[in-house]
């Protein structure tokens, strides 16, 4: 089947099957319902003459979604432990969904950060009494949602039979959709409403979805009656928020209501230290200075920033410098690539050898001409993908071969006159960004 | 001849090589396929130029994964925001080209749940896009946020010895001999670019089964005169 079909096709449809046989055939396994009927569209049909020519014999196929390890199914990483219920025996346990690593310990502290610190540390200690709702919002990536997985993590810790779920907004509107539509809704009702407390993450995403609000109104008031702790995070002030109903936006401001801020560098610095410890990685202390430095919008793209250091570091198996940083955060701090052009090439290079873009482009062989013209042709080789002919053709017809012998002169010439050298680096700076 | 007639060429002559980690010109990005071959969690963002061998990468991270636990989405074929529902959460799933969604709520929200459901499950998450997450024309800065944190390696060209490199190791890969006369022929007269490179292999394979020939200069010269080179 692999050599019937592209690379892509093969990697896309097929590898993701996983097979089962059971007494009637086989049943091909996919991770989707998108999966399933692209399958049965497109490739079943020659599936099944495959497995009848192996088996020797008619064998049914069919597809399916599901996978193997459903069967066997291997504890969720961060699922609550089994333990007696206690609260709403007549309810299932729901799983937590917390991040084990998202503690109080692991969050560092800064003045952006401290009195939402503070008040999660409140509402932890003495849930559904301080602070209800805790409402945390600010930009993205500030550790709202570490904040509310310690108060989770941390309510767990005290009190392992509490009834603890974190859920991201989109995903409980999600589960919200599908119990509407496989007639659950009444167990996704009872599964929320039973809850000791309920994190839901970015609120925002409620705007506009009428009958997500007006569900989610009820499970609040039934949790806040019950003296049930709720925590939400969202990218902004409760009222700010548009399409959300108001008499939601005013019950978000009936506990507190607290900012977080994007770090200063001296928080940022203390994040980047502790999440390189926590990887079991020596990060210098300017090393770290320099990425705070330079990566100052949010906590995960520091994250993304040091384990891109972290990578390259471990790939050549050299400790982390000022060096290796600096060479793996031009990736990170790049920008798109720039687009540049033969034409662009001639007319930078012309007016930084102050000559005329038809100058370069003539017959002309004095020195003051044809140098620049070189640099030019040599500069179009690096910086552009055109073809050797193609470069010289830019350059008034010239043959493949001249463009050959100037970008060998001016490699020359770099080695042995310091002025060709800053010139070419100084056009190179200029036309690279 | 203009760049663009010496642009990919639309043949259809039998399947291309294997994309596999062993079958890619490492060169100047070999702390990328290390990355890709063994992704730490939440995943990596791989950037580069067209023709850097983006996709042939996250293919080869799918290879390299047992049956069912990985998935390549081509996105650029246009599919539909259902098709990352309820994906599996635990696995490796590569999104190729995933600019061509950026902008669509759909896609961007679907993504969101998918990055939050992976994060949660230990799941890896492998993407490909010409430019870093910041410039990728995401409308949802929680999303944008979120992608930032995967490890981004940007794909470096080979440079000219290392094209010559990556040119003879695809022959090979293609069971093709080719010269290093004749690598070297082609590279001064062609686009620099590995994608158009690779395909004039490709031609050129065909071309000398055809003609029961062996790739040496004047045979290929002829073609590229043929083909208006």
Redesign the interface.
Known sequence: MR?EL???QF??WI????VEANGEGLRL?A?????VDQVNAQYLARLQALADELSGGPVPVSAA?G???ERNP?P???AAPARPQVTAPQVPMPES?L?REFTFDTFVEGKSNQLARAAASQVAENPGTAFNPLFLYG???LGKTHLMHAIGNAVLARNPNARVCYV?S??FV?DMVRGLQHNTISEFKRAYRSLDALLID?IQ?FANKDRSQEEFFHTFNTLLEGQRQIILTC?RYPKEVDGLEERLKSRFGWGLTVAIQPPELETSVAILIQKAHAEGVELPDEVAFFIAQRIRS?V??L???L??VI??A???GRPITMDSCKE?L???L????KLVTIENIQKTVAEYFKIRVGELLSKRRSRSIARPRQIAMSLA?ELT??????IGDAFGGRD?TTV?HACRKIKELRETETRVDEDYKNLLRTLTG | MTPESTGQLPLDIGLDVEARFDTYYAGPNGAAVAALNAPAAPGVWLSGARGSGRSHLLQAAVASQPAGHALYLPLRMGLPATAVDGLPADAVICLDDIETIAGDADWERALLVLYERMLEQGGRLIISAPARPADAGFELADLESRLSALSLFRLQPPGDAGQLEALKMRAEARGLRLPDETARYLALRLPRDLAVLFDWLQLLDARSLAANRRLTVPFVRDVLRAEGV
């Open positions: 050599s592209s690379e892509q990697n896309t590898r993701p099957l996983q396994l991770p989707n319902r998108f999966v979604v996978s193997l390890t291997a969720a990483r961060a969904r991040m930009g993205v990536g991201h989109e995903r999600g970015d995403f990218d949010n995960r793209e994250e993304g920033a384990r891109r990578a390259t471990s790939f050549t793996a031009r990736d990170v790049a920008l798109q690539d080789k993908r055109h073809s050797l002919p193609e493949h050959l």
